[in-house]
């Protein structure tokens, strides 16, 4: 599965290979037959074009003898496409998901005549190119959107004490426009003054993947902050028994959670502000941040080159990275007034929907030429049965 995740769905090498000797009796798939996976992660598929192994968790499709000359194996490759949505609604369950194999060697593929199969590959694959530069350039144009977003988010959040190298590397990703109105607020004077002088640091309790349920006290985990949760969240997907409320510690509204430890110096420190009008538990890896500053721009303010340049120095290099409460409480951020506050963080909401937000902007945009292109797709692969 790492293949396909990493190097596409039409593979001539893989990442790992086996010795010889490692081969059950001297035989391997033949060149190109599909590889679909039917067990763990369903819903994939891949062409292989030289003779192959794979692990259990796929099925090897080849042609027998007879459709050689009847079937074109670019073609079985987009139906698969058909095939995975078949074995994502058709699965059992028991210590992990497998395919109905039963009904999976009942599945029909339609055979058109071989000159019909060669022209919707062509078609296919000048689709799936033209998707694939469209998606490159949107990507590239999504990149640069959140380049600019942090160099305005950084001169915003800094008020001139960004470090020369960092905003003279940003500033060129940055437009004329967002970079005149950054060097203007940065201009202003604010104090700065260390965390631990405007609030206080309070550790979290431990809490094991045991005892998390699909229902209970809300929770957060550090590692929610690395994957569903954003810069601010008002609710949360993990949840932990209610029988342990008493044992737990609780952000409240307008309380920042921070990540204490990561596999990077990067994920150590990212942060949410916790919106939600019900407290939360959080885990014993995470720091809850008491102020009354406005939860979003202290937030914000933990994304930036400025808070990171200062955390860094920190951060314990072991296996896993970790940073102390007395640490965190010695970096300074700036304090302007709670209205310059509120209008910083007005601007950067925009800036963060525009970039990240899947509903608008460029992701959406993004989703819906990938939708459009399996659109089209789907609709060349129907065929409708003869007598």
Known sequence: MEDIRENGRILSESLQQITDDAVKGGKLFPANSLLVATSATIGEHALITVPHLSNQRFTSLALKPEFEERIDMKFAFYYCFVLDDWCRNNTTTSSFSSVDMTGFKKFRFPVPPLKIQIEIVKVLDTFTELEAELEAELEAELEARRQQYKYYRDALLTFGEQTDSASKQASKQASKQASKQASKQASKSIGWMAMGAIGSFIRGRRFTKTDLMDRGIP??????????????ASSTTSHVRPDMAGKLRFAHHGDVVIAAVGETVEDVGKAVAWLGEEDV???????????????????????????????????????????????????????????EQERIVSILDKFDALVNNLSSGLPAEIAARRRQYEHYRDRLLTFREAA
């Open 281 to 339: 538990a959080i885990h014993d890896d995470c720091f809850l941040f008491r102020h009354e500053m406005n939860p979003k721009f202290v937030s914000y303010f933990l994304q930036t080159h400025a808070f990171h340049s200062q955390k860094n120095r920190y951060v314990a290099r072991a296996k896993v990275k970790r940073l102390s409460s007395e640490n965190l409480a010695r970096i300074r951020m700036p304090v302007p007034s709670a209205e």
């Open 219 to 232: 929770a957060i985990h550090y590692g929610d902050i690395y994957t569903t949760l954003g810069t601010s």
